[in-house]
């Protein structure tokens, strides 16, 4: 498949796998949202982006009929930082990797209310995720994807601080990004 001039190595195990977490996260959502206390629509919006990221990544590709094993880091070539920096697919390849977690992130900063805890799930991820593909045929893993998913998955951090922080100031009882609308300040008695 191709998007944006990059070859995106999406396979029918993609849709598979993409089917099978969304009926995975059907009946996880409601008491994983019990139990941690977050809303159940932003639970289930959470893992149901968190099935979508696995499938899209970390299943076979294409040509999952050749298996050979491929560093992150290109070894013997003349310049590895060009190696680093270009091995991701071009413009539009950085960008798809960019965009990949973003929204992922995103969601979980809102459902979870809380930064730190998803700046670091959003550098843990693609650390994760790309050397994993190199045990799965038809990927690749690539330094310069990973680092494009830190950033997606870092803005998309950012972007979920910043609707907290919008949702919080635009709450005319003062409730704060930890309360929900309801959950305002009492007033003394």
Avoid at 18 to 45: D, Q, Y
Avoid at 109 to 117: G, H, N, Q, S, Y
Avoid at 155 to 177: F, I
Wanted: proline content about 7%; some cysteine; hydrophobic content about 45%.
């Amino acid at each position: 498949m191709t998007v944006f001039g990059t070859h995106v190595p999406i396979s029918s195990w993609t849709l598979v796998a993409l089917v099978a977490g969304c009926l995975l996260s059907l009946p996880l959502a409601k008491p994983l949202a019990e139990r941690t206390g977050w809303g159940r629509n932003a639970t289930l919006t959470t893992l149901m982006l968190l099935a979508a990221s696995l499938a899209i990544t970390l299943t076979p590709g294409e040509d999952s009929g050749v298996y050979e094993f491929h560093p992150c880091l290109s070894i013997g070539t003349t310049d590895p930082i060009d190696g680093l920096l270009h091995s991701g697919g071009g413009l539009g390849g950085t960008l798809l990797n960019a965009l990949l977690l973003l929204p992922l992130t995103c969601a979980a900063t809102l459902a979870t209310r809380r930064v730190l805890p998803m700046l670091l799930f959003a550098f843990l991820l693609p650390a994760l995720i790309e050397p994993m593909q190199t045990l799965i045929p038809g990927r690749y893993c690539s330094l310069s994807d990973q680092a494009a998913n830190t950033v997606g998955a870092a803005l998309g951090v950012a972007l979920g601080y910043l609707l907290l922080r919008r949702a919080s100031r635009s709450g005319s009882d003062g409730a704060t990004p930890e309360q929900s609308p309801g959950q305002g300040r009492r007033e003394a008695r």
